[in-house]
């Protein structure tokens, strides 16, 4: 069967003018897959904070607030900052006065996840530490979290005898934030220091 030079070329014409739509849509099918469903250009990150309850003395127990960040996206991620209070790798320390009396009527319920960053009542002192902040690459806009690291910093806190205390770590970036678990530690130096997660 001979094909005529005029049916060979409208065929390649049609293939042609047909293969333009097919790879728009598979390059659409990609690209939604990519970036939509795996998300491959967004930023993950994974935070832990580990506290190890230091009491060699009755005095001035210290809390060592052990903390990873481990960057498990595709995309590095530039520390950033949200407002004048909150910036880089924020350590949020917050002593619960009397331990012991729990959360009561008269005490508020700080929950993260609702309602945002909602003040502490004042007789609860709250300490923030940007625990990146003496890097020059961080003062120079220049501290990146690369694809697949994890970095490692820690801070020791003083802490008072028979007290509770939270720790919570956020990672601020130019597109939000990424947050720990809260972590409390009892400093209750007469039994066995204790952590909890």
Known sequence: MKFSQETLGRALDFISKASGPVALIIGAWWSYSQFTIHRDNAENI????????????????????????????NVPVRSGRYDEEHEGLELTVIEYRNP?????????????DLGGDAPPPKDWPVVKYNMIGQYQSY???????????KYKESVAIPAKPGKLYLLRVRFFSDNGWSTSDLSFVYTDITANPSTTN
């Open 46 to 73: 994974n935070i832990a904070i580990e506290p190890k309850l230091i009491a060699k003395n009755t005095k001035t127990p210290l809390i060592l607030a052990n903390v990873t960040i481990d960057n498990v996206g």
């Open 139 to 149: 003062k120079s806009g220049n501290y990146n979290l690369n694809p697949g690291s």
């Open 100 to 112: 012991a009396q729990g959360i009561g009527p008269n005490q508020q319920v700080i929950d993260w």
